[in-house]
Structure formats: C-alpha cells, structure tokens
Nanobody, 123 residues
Framework: QVQLVESGGGLVQAGGSLRLSCAAS????????MGWFRQAPGKEREFVAT???????SYADSVKGRFTISRDNAKNTVYLQMNSLKPEDTAVYYC?????????????????WGQGTQVTVSS
C-alpha cells in the first residue's frame, strides 16, 4: 500500500522559512515525478511545484524564487524549502506522486496523495 506522509508544517511569521518533507512508502518513486500542491480555506487545490526523476523542476509563479523543491531518491523523500513566506502562503500543503516521469502541474496527473500538513504564516 502506497503512503505519502508530509511533515514540517507549522506557524511562522511573515518573512520566515519552513521546510516540508514527504516520505513515501509502499513503492519507490525514484523514476516518477513528485509534486507539492496547496489548498487555502475556500479555495481550490493549486499547484505549487514539481520535480522529475532527472531533477527538472517547475514552479507556480506565486512561489518562484522563494520555494525550492528537491528529492532524495535513496530516502524516497521529496522536500519543499519555503523562504520569504507571506500570509497568502497559508494553506494545507499536500505531497503528490505521479506515475509519469515528466513535469506535471495538473492534479489529475498525480495518482497518490498525502493527507496534508498545515502551514500558517502570520503577518
């Protein structure tokens, strides 16, 4: 059974940093794209970042230059380093794994999802 477990969320002041982790179990995703999405209250779940098995990355415009996605295939883990956080980054952050190898930004391209971790940025 595939499981994705996020950690690292919390409360931080604007301008601060957090590092999210997502540990996968049940199968290896070293050859697959992994991604991060987020969902704020009352809003749709939106794409944040994705990384392929060759470490090619893509970001939403709203986080470009502030967030960095990375992966450690030996640990079957993907990370999201979030710097210069803003109150509008407040959301539940979800890790996702795709059966595809290319960069994918659509929710429908991800087959596996974690349960999410709350990130709250205070002003």
């Amino acid at each position: 059974q595939v499981q994705l477990v996020e950690s690292g969320g919390g409360l931080v002041q604007a301008g601060g940093s957090l590092r999210l982790s997502c540990a996968a179990s049940g199968r290896t995703f070293s050859s697959n794209a992994m991604g991060w999405f987020r969902q704020a209250p009352g809003k749709e779940r939106e794409f944040v970042a994705t990384i392929t098995w060759t470490n090619s990355t893509s970001y939403a415009d709203s986080v470009k230059g502030r967030f960095t996605i990375s992966r450690d295939n030996a640990k079957n883990t993907v990370y999201l380093q979030m710097n210069s956080l803003k109150p509008e980054d407040t959301a539940v952050y979800y890790c996702a794994a795709s059966n595809l190898r290319i960069r994918v930004t659509g929710r429908g391209s991800y087959a596996y999802w974690g349960q999410g971790t709350q990130v709250t940025v205070s002003s």
